[in-house]
């Protein structure tokens, strides 16, 4: 992925089939899909919600991002169309759904792109060691960007603020759909939501911060996503009395 230097971006796109029957997301998918997520939904048993309004849900930023709105996402934050990007996730969902990513960004790549059918054949059946695969390459990247709140997601966050609080982005989805809608309405130009992309995701790129507590343990920021404070201070206490 750095081939002649160049950095590169991990990005988790989870806008997979299973993820989003679960959430019961389907913006920008032809109604066929949609019908074909909500029988996946209802054919699950452990899946306890069934009935779910993908739009409101949305709207509230409960969604995977689609690959459309990632590629915005980037591309007003100033990521050039020649970055090289590496798709952290399994096979993304709908027909013609990462069109819109590949236009505006023509170096992406995933381990079946990058490693040879050789190469690949020890992972083959065993979906938790192409998943370590990623999370490897997620770990090094230059920039992490995840666009759906998960368990890889949160352990490479965390691991990253560990390793020394590497970039990672994380998309303010609420606020980013919103403009991203009216942007596609004409109430804003492009200037305009770059402006805004920017601002609102000023802070939101892995600077240190402290786990936010809650009232139930249930309530309080995840652990693993941010170790901050505990796991971080302690290995600073120990390299500091190393040293001395």
Request: aromatic content about 10%; some cysteine; hydrophobic content about 30%.
């Amino acid at each position: 992925m750095r081939k002649d230097g160049n950095p590169y971006i991990a990005l988790h796109l989870r806008y997979e089939k299973d993820m989003l029957s679960f959430t019961g997301c389907a913006h920008n998918l032809t109604s066929n899909e949609a019908e074909e997520l909500q029988q996946m939904r209802y054919d699950v048993n452990h899946w306890k919600e069934k009935d779910i309004d993908g739009e409101e849900k949305r709207r509230q930023g409960g969604c995977p991002m689609t690959p459309r709105e990632t590629a915005l996402l980037l591309k007003a934050l100033g990521f050039p169309s020649t970055t090289n990007i590496y798709i952290v996730a399994g096979e993304t969902y709908g027909n013609g759904s990462m069109k819109a990513l590949y236009d505006e960004f023509e170096n992406i790549f995933t381990h079946s792109t990058l490693a040879t059918e050789e190469e690949l054949e020890t992972f083959e059946n065993y979906q938790n060691r192409l998943a370590a695969l990623d999370y490897i390459v997620a770990l090094e990247s230059d920039v992490f960007v995840y666009t759906y709140d998960g368990n890889m997601a949160k352990a490479v966050q965390g691991h990253r603020r560990f390793e020394g609080f590497r970039k990672t982005i994380n998309p303010d989805r609420q606020n980013l759909v919103k403009l991203i809608d009216n942007l596609d309405q004409g109430q804003i130009s492009w200037k305009k939501f770059v402006s805004k992309v920017k601002r609102l995701h000023a802070d939101r790129q892995g600077a240190p911060y402290p786990r936010e507590s809650g009232d139930f343990p249930k309530l309080e920021e995840n652990f693993y996503a941010n170790p901050l404070p505990g796991c971080i201070c302690e290995r600073h206490r120990s390299l500091n009395m190393h040293e001395s």
